[in-house]
């Protein structure tokens, strides 16, 4: 039975010790019956100690945390729940500086630990495209050139320059889900290549004056807000929904991260896009719900990469 739980306070109190973290994990891991993680056999054979397994077919040994975000992890799974909690449950994020007192780890764990569980954020969940009204938005991730020392500013970086800023993309759902990419450049071809995959043709787009939306009307009711005369709500024609969702946003970043660079930015857009597509879900179901995405190992290397 998956067990619920409300708060911090009272998770901590459901999980007492590392062996009923781990059967939790696999109770939802396994909530369809065993597997092994090597082959994906239904043969599993379970060890007294009630932490190892093995395969009837493969014969490999492993653990419920083999082919998890939490493989090779030294770190308790009740510090990993910790983090967990705090990641899905704070509006803006966490710091990992902040993580680690929480957690009493170092630093560089807490920003590994926070890194792992961005990348589970985005694995498996989220595919389905979005239909219905649809609001597009594109916004610039990056310091502004009046806020740096003089010889780190740079000319020519005003309006939609990408020199110093990342260009993401947002597509948000009326009433549901919401999909942050992070983007090469802003070309026509680049940013419908974008919304084709993701949003189901034939439904309502609004988004602003931005001549790379042109080839949306081919396969949407496309419908634009002309900012660039002033015009930003006509009726329901308007882009206030995403462009709210940017605020929250970039208030993250400036008021806990402060600082996000363009190799690890699509990270921080997972995290920010599985909170908001959860938001309907109880401070207990969105880490019950990350727990059953954890499939997947990723290395120090690869993020780092």
């Known amino acids: 039975m998956i067990k619920q739980f409300a708060s911090l306070y009272e998770m901590m109190g459901t999980f007492p010790d ?58 308790s799974l009740r510090k990993w729940f910790m983090a967990i909690y705090l990641i899905t449950s704070h509006k803006k994020g966490i710091a990992s500086t902040q993580l680690a007192k929480d957690i009493k780890v170092t630093q560089k764990t807490a920003w590994f630990m926070l890194q792992r569980l961005r990348f589970a954020t985005e694995t498996k969940s989220f595919r389905e495209p979005l239909t219905g009204q649809i609001e597009i938005d594109e916004t610039y991730i990056g310091g502004k050139e009046k806020n740096k020392h003089a010889w780190k500013k740079k000319e020519g970086t005003q309006g939609r320059s990408t020199k110093t800023k990342a260009i ?77 969702v940017w605020s929250l946003l970039k208030r993250g970043i400036i008021g806990i991260y402060h600082h996000v660079s363009p190799k ?35 290395t120090y290397k690869e993020v780092i990469a």
């Open 264 to 298: 690890h930015l699509p990270f921080y857009l997972h995290e920010f896009a599985y909170r908001y597509n959860t938001i309907g879900l109880t401070e207990g179901q969105r880490v019950n719900a990350l727990l059953g995405q954890c499939g997947g190992r990723i």
């Open 18 to 75: 590392e062996q009923s973290c781990i059967d939790h994990l696999r109770s939802i891991r396994w909530k369809s019956g065993a597997y092994c993680p090597h082959c994906g056999a239904n043969k599993v054979y379970h060890f007294t100690d009630n932490r190892n397994h093995k395969c009837g077919i493969c014969l490999r040994r492993f653990s419920i945390k083999v082919g998890t975000i939490f493989e090779d992890s030294k770190i």
């Open 168 to 244: 993401v993309i947002g597509m948000i759902e009326r009433g549901g889900e919401i999909r942050v990419k992070k983007l090469p450049d802003g070309k026509t071809s680049t940013v419908s290549k974008q919304v084709f995959s993701n949003v189901k043709e034939g439904s309502r787009v609004i988004t602003d004056d931005f001549k790379s939306y042109g080839l949306l009307a081919s396969k949407y009711k496309h419908e634009v807000v002309t900012h660039s005369v002033g015009e930003y709500s006509v009726g329901d024609r308007h882009t206030n929904t995403i462009e709210g």
